[in-house]
């Protein structure tokens, strides 16, 4: 018995290993992955590269070296941003705009607390008309009260827009908003965070995502429709495991492939990227980036990267899972590629369309894009009770995508009832 047992899962293994090396060891598929890599590598270098660090009349300097400077001129403001520490920006602000001899040398000798002077411009400036020059007309004593300024606009803002008008929020969800800002912590903490902000603040990350998961769907695009394209599938399906382990071994060697290529992308972009610029800042509020001060999580850039990371895997293992469903009932690989740039590339465009905005916002490419649109308000109510939308996508699409794999095997397994090759 014991043999019998063992020689079975010899048999599995060895079907899941012919499985994955139908994935890797293509030569196009190979291709590929080495696209993959260098796409990787060039998003890491131009996330570094757009570290700045600027000397007045001199060049300035990028990379590394930028970082290293700003590291610098940071650690003397860093620590709690009190009141304070804001009067003191908005006075050290004015003597360096009266001192210094031209813009490019004043902008230069700003950059230690230009994080702070973007805050104070954010908060303070009419809500959508951001003025850059704010920080140079305010009062210390005004600039004190950030915090404060920061809870009572939105009060405002959102009290200006009456109920069931478009863009206005329901009492639920007003009550929601005020809360989440008055929960978060002050003052904020504030550090050198290059490393983070260049990570989870530029562009190269959501388009890293959409890459990957484009090119993750042609790899495992002919996991189901190639026994039907090399018209093997009635061997197939007549074999004696074909019809349940051999399927199986499929499903296996393509949450693989998805979850080894995904984690194998992203930590190597992260861990470069972190790796040059430093890790430090890990704990700070996303706040603290002017682009997220109105964010309504409470999170630090550490969990930001947390959120973004296992956010943008849910996203591609629900859509790539759904590619490998729709290659399963297909049997066509063309199909199968096709979902994958549909769910994550067509949304994009679709969203901004103003009639169809709030709708697009529930599809799974906006995991994808979770660090460009975290400082959005989108709900979701269930129950009576108001969530922001990741909280609720996030273990959906998981659900989703483990709903999606007995449909693939079941699914899979009634094409051998038909004729093999009806219709073709």
Known sequence: MYFYITLGKGLVMKMLQYELKKIFLKPVNRAML????????????????????????????????????????????????????????????????????????????????????????????????????????????????????????????????????????????????VRQYKNLKTPLYYEYAEGWKALLDSQYLPTLMIIIIVIIGFLVSGIFSDEFQLKADSIFFSSKLGRNKAILSKIKAGLLAITILYWSAMLLFSAIILGTLGIGGAGCMVQLSFSNWECMYNITYFQE????????????????????????????????????????CVPMFLGRVPVLADFMSYFPDMLLRINKFLGDFVFCEIGGTVFGVYTVLIPCYLLLSLVLFPMIYYGYKKMGAVPARAGQ
């Open 34 to 177: 080495v696209l993959l890599l260098a796409i990787v590598l060039i998003g890491s270098f131009l996330a570094i590269r757009d570290v700045k660090y600027y000397r007045g009349d001199h060049p300035e300097l990028s990379g590394p070296l930028a970082a290293r400077e700003l590291k610098k001129v940071q650690k003397q403001w860093e620590g709690p941003v009190t009141g304070d520490v804001l009067r003191r920006v908005v006075k050290e602000n004015k003597a360096i705009n009266d001192s210094a001899e031209s813009a490019d040398i004043g902008f230069a000798k700003k950059q230690g607390f230009a994080d702070l002077i973007n805050l104070i411009c954010v908060a303070f400036s009419e809500p959508g008309k951001y003025d850059p020059y704010m920080c140079d007309s305010i009062s210390p004593d005004k600039a004190a009260k950030l915090y404060e300024r920061r809870v009572s606009r939105l009060e405002k803002e959102i009290s200006e827009l009456e109920t069931g008008l478009p863009g206005a929020f329901s009492e639920k969800e007003q009550r929601y908003l």
């Open 305 to 344: 990267w947390l959120l973004c990371m296992f956010g943008g895997y849910i996203g591609n293992l629900f859509i790539l899972t759904l590619a490998m469903f729709v290659s399963a009932k297909s049997r066509s690989a063309v199909l199968s590629i096709a979902v994958p740039f549909v769910l994550s």
